[in-house]
């Protein structure tokens, strides 16, 4: 075998590799949504804390969200008018319309979130909320 076509080889294998590494995580996050969501939530960390007892941030923390009224987290004043009157419970189904595009789902809102288009990517996100916020 010449040195060009061994290297060439080397440089398949190689690929080969690197794209199984890379698509092991991936399959086990579809098989798994609430892993998804756990490292999609990772965006929302920014704003939101989950744990109870941790404070809240620039939102509210989301400890006990699933079955609340929107709005109306104890302790969090800077809700806009528009959520804070919406009469969403917060469920699957609110949540799923509300990530996907939270400016349309609730006009007027302050949440500056542009949302999560794929709806599997909402779902991933929902099932790790509603495990981690009970």
Not at 49 to 76: D, S, W
Not at 106 to 134: H, K, N, W
């Amino acid at each position: 075998m010449s040195g060009r076509s061994g290297t060439g080889l080397r440089r398949a294998r190689l690929a080969v590799l690197v794209a199984g590494l890379v698509a092991a995580p991936a399959a086990a996050q579809a098989a798994d949504p609430e892993a998804r969501g756990r490292l999609l939530f990772l965006q929302c960390r920014a704003c939101h804390t989950l744990a109870l007892g941790e404070g809240h941030k620039v939102g509210p923390n989301l400890n006990g969200v699933m079955g609340a009224a929107a709005g109306t987290r104890p302790g969090f004043a800077a809700y806009s008018k528009a959520l804070r009157e919406s009469g969403i419970t917060w469920d699957e189904a609110a949540l799923d319309r509300f990530l996907a595009a939270p400016g349309r789902a609730v006009p007027g809102t302050s949440m500056a979130f542009a949302g999560l288009p794929r709806p599997e990517d909402r779902a991933a996100v929902i099932a790790f909320l509603a495990r981690a916020t009970r």
